[in-house]
């Protein structure tokens, strides 16, 4: 019986595998050999990726290898196996972003993010399935087929960045990128217990990336571990000419109080993220938020007033900006999309410019709602998904009224993607199906850091002192 989920254990994580290469206890070759042999053994069942590149992989890793032993040392992602979501240009391998439509494209040159794994010394092991134009958040519409989750192949892995989190949760590679316009990374990580971040607006270019809703999309990492995830965001992030909505700032050093603890610390709780929760969600979510407090953490009640305004004002702008985006593509190739994105986008023309532009003008008020929430605490804490994976075949769930998954799916994530607030999901538990559940933690602009902090803290389950020893 094959494994497909890879249990995450202290020896096999970014910095484990870091430490064993710089020690010589393993190579880069050998990693990557036994990544490209899971792919071939589980692939046929998760279709997790789309595109391998084995041939570039073991080059790459065998270049890390001569680059370590000559003590030339890129960082901890030196000479790990990572993959990228396939919306993103690697040059000169297929791209096809999950559509018939670019099945043969090419891509004449790296994304920014691309580029900086390269040169953070990572081996890349190929492109991971998109749902069709990173357009909803099941991972069931591909030209390739649906992704399947590996805690349970019945059930969804999430979207858009469904290959992402089913190949990291399945031990194909220790990392992968993924986009994020609604909730794209948390989403797939919360549904398969690993690690997902959607850093703040401008910390990471998309350049070189699809494009799908220009003023919600951002570019995020997924792991199989907290510290693993700081390190992969702490290779790709920083200002790109290319996008000019990338911010400079100071540089920044992501794991710097990741062993610190939390006591002492504040957890905001806002009651509207938890009015329709699936029992079982809830139930996960008062477990971890039960564990912080006995770490120390002080757990407080906070509003973030008008959440469901906030939820149709991004629904608003994604579905405009998406329809906008693949206009074109829609007039010319609409035959060959998937049913479900196809209607999507035709659904979205219903929406008024008037309508677009208020939408548009709530932001600022939006952002200054989780601002004023998180003026009092360090984080917010919230469920990353109404729900557990559902089944593929399931279309609407209940939660007190009908609800269609893919709302449940996107309702709690989507809000940030809109103001902008850095947010991570992280597991906290699994339902009574063994599908995993998720904890998403929200941070101030900028504070990616104290997000890693919690999370490590959560992870490890260790109270720590301040000065980061554990006790």
Same mark, same amino acid.
């Given at each position: 019986m094959?494994e497909l989920?890879r249990?995450?254990?202290?020896?096999?994580?970014i910095?484990?595998?870091?430490a064993?290469?710089?020690?010589?206890l393993?190579?880069?070759e050998e990693?990557?050999?036994?990544?490209l042999?899971r792919?071939?053994?589980l692939n046929?069942?998760l279709?997790?990726?789309?595109?391998?590149?084995?041939e570039l992989?073991?080059?790459a890793?065998?270049?890390?290898?001569?680059?370590?032993r000559?003590g030339?040392?890129?960082?901890?992602?030196h000479?790990i196996?990572?993959g990228?979501?396939?919306?993103?240009?690697?040059?000169?391998?297929r791209t096809?972003?999950?559509?018939?439509?670019?099945q043969?494209?090419?891509a004449?040159?790296d994304a920014?993010?691309v580029?900086?794994?390269?040169?953070?010394?990572?081996?890349l092991?190929g492109?991971?399935?998109?749902q069709?134009?990173a357009?909803?958040?099941?991972g069931?519409?591909?030209?390739?087929?649906?992704a399947?989750n590996?805690?349970?192949?019945?059930?969804?892995t999430?979207?858009?960045s469904?290959?992402?989190?089913a190949a990291?949760?399945?031990?194909?590679?220790?990392g992968a990128?993924?986009?994020d316009?609604?909730?794209s990374?948390?989403?797939?990580?919360?549904?398969?217990?690993?690690v997902?971040?959607?850093p703040?607006?401008?910390?990471?270019?998309?350049a070189?990336?699809?494009?799908l809703?220009?003023?919600?999309d951002?570019?995020?990492v997924i792991?199989?571990?907290v510290?693993?995830n %700081? /390190?992969?965001?702490? @290779?790709v992030?920083?200002?790109?000419r290319?996008?000019p $909505?990338? !911010?400079?700032? =100071?540089?920044?050093?992501?794991?710097?109080?990741i062993?610190?603890?939390?006591r002492?610390?504040?957890?905001?709780?806002?009651?509207?993220?938890?009015?329709?929760?699936d029992?079982?969600?809830a %139930? /996960?979510?008062?477990? @971890?938020l039960?564990?912080?407090?006995?770490?120390?953490? $002080?757990? !407080?009640?906070? =509003?973030?007033?008008?959440?469901?305004?906030?939820?149709?004002?991004q629904?608003?702008?994604l579905?405009?900006?998406?329809?906008t985006?693949?206009?074109e593509?829609?007039?010319a190739?609409?035959?060959?999309?998937?049913?479900?994105?196809r209607?999507r986008l035709?659904?979205?023309t219903?929406?008024?410019?008037g309508e677009?532009a208020?939408?548009?003008a709530y932001r600022?008020?939006?952002?200054?709602?989780?601002?004023?929430?998180?003026?009092?605490?360090?984080?917010?804490?919230?469920?990353?998904?109404?729900?557990p994976a559902?089944?593929?075949?399931?279309?609407?769930?209940?939660?007190?009224?009908?609800?269609?998954?893919?709302?449940?799916?996107?309702?709690?994530?989507?809000?940030?993607?809109?103001?902008?607030?850095?947010?991570?999901?992280m597991p906290?538990?699994q339902?009574?199906?063994?599908a995993?559940?998720?904890?998403?933690i929200i941070?101030?602009?900028?504070?990616?850091a104290?997000?890693?902090?919690?999370a490590?803290?959560?992870?490890s389950?260790?109270?720590?002192?301040?000065?980061?020893?554990?006790?």
């Open positions: 094959l989920v249990r995450r254990s202290d020896d096999d994580t910095s484990a595998r870091a064993q290469l710089r020690a010589g393993t190579t880069s990693l990557t050999r036994a990544a042999e792919i071939d053994e046929p069942v279709n997790a990726v789309t595109t391998a590149t084995p992989a073991l080059a890793a065998r270049l890390a290898d001569r680059e370590l000559a030339q040392d890129r960082g901890p992602l000479g196996p990572v990228v979501k396939d919306v993103a240009d690697v040059r000169g391998v096809t972003m999950g559509s018939a439509v670019f043969d494209y090419v004449p040159r920014t993010v580029g900086k794994l390269r040169r953070a010394g990572a081996v092991l492109m991971l399935h998109s069709e134009l357009f909803g958040a099941t069931l519409d591909s030209f390739s087929g649906p399947r590996p805690h349970d192949v019945d059930r969804i999430g979207g858009s469904s290959g992402p989190a990291v949760a399945a031990g194909i590679c220790f990128v993924g986009t316009t609604g909730g990374v948390r989403i797939p990580a919360a549904l398969c217990g690993v997902g971040i959607k703040t607006a401008g910390r990471t270019s998309r070189g990336m699809l494009p809703a220009w003023s919600l951002h570019v995020g792991t199989r571990d510290a693993g %700081a /390190a992969m965001l702490q @290779a992030y920083g200002p790109d290319r996008d $909505a990338t !911010v400079r700032r =100071r540089a920044e050093q992501f794991a710097r109080s062993h610190a603890g939390v002492g610390l504040r957890i905001g709780v806002p009651e509207e993220y938890f009015a329709r929760v029992a079982e969600v %139930a /996960a979510l008062e477990d @971890a039960n564990r912080w407090k006995a770490m120390g953490c $002080a757990i !407080v009640a906070v =509003r973030i007033a008008d959440l469901d305004r906030i939820v149709e004002a629904r608003t702008v579905a405009v900006e998406a329809q985006t693949n206009a593509l829609l007039a190739h609409g035959q060959l999309l998937q049913d479900t994105v209607r035709q659904d979205a219903k929406w008024t410019a677009y208020l939408a548009s600022s008020t939006a952002r200054q709602t989780y601002d004023t929430a998180l003026a009092e605490v360090d984080v917010l804490v919230t469920p990353t998904t109404a729900i559902p089944r593929a075949d399931e279309t609407e769930v209940t939660i007190g009224s009908p609800e269609p998954v893919q709302s449940a799916l996107t309702r709690l994530t989507g809000p940030t993607n809109f103001t902008g607030h850095p947010s991570l999901s906290c538990g339902a009574g199906t063994g995993p559940i998720g904890v998403q941070g101030r602009y900028w504070g990616e104290m997000l890693y902090r919690f490590h803290a959560l992870e389950g260790v109270e720590q002192h301040p000065n980061g020893q554990s006790r």
